[in-house]
Nanobody, 116 residues
Framework: QVQLVESGGGLVQPGGSLRLSCAAS????????LGWYRQAPGKERELVAS???????YYAHSVKGRFTISRENAKNMVYLQMNSLKPEDTAAYYC??????????WGKGTLVTVSS
């Protein structure tokens, strides 16, 4: 079983920065992609950024140039550096892991609130 645990969320002022971390543990085979999603109150969950194994990173248009996704394969970690945060970035952020065999795992999320 694979567990994903996010951390790093919190309250930050507009223009500030946060770094989210996601630790994957358990029996992990052949990671295809790691990604960050977010869900704001009353809205659907959306893809924020993803980083596939051996592929190019993807960013949602709304965060391009402000957020950076990275991964540390040896530690089964994925990060999301968020700069120049805006109130509209307020959401619960979720880590997702997808495998080559088609399995998908989700973390329980970490809350990011951008407010003055």
């Amino acid at each position: 079983q694979v567990q994903l645990v996010e951390s790093g969320g919190g309250l930050v002022q507009p223009g500030g920065s946060l770094r989210l971390s996601c630790a994957a543990s358990g029996t992990i085979f052949s990671i295809l992609t790691l990604g960050w999603y977010r869900q704001a109150p009353g809205k659907e969950r959306e893809l924020v950024a993803s980083i596939p194994t051996g592929g190019s990173t993807y960013y949602a248009h709304s965060v391009k140039g402000r957020f950076t996704i990275s991964r540390e394969n040896a530690k089964n970690m994925v990060y999301l550096q968020m700069n120049s945060l805006k109130p509209e970035d307020t959401a619960a952020y979720y880590c997702r892991l997808g495998t080559y065999s088609g399995m998908t795992y989700w973390g329980k999320g970490t809350l990011v609130t951008v407010s003055s």
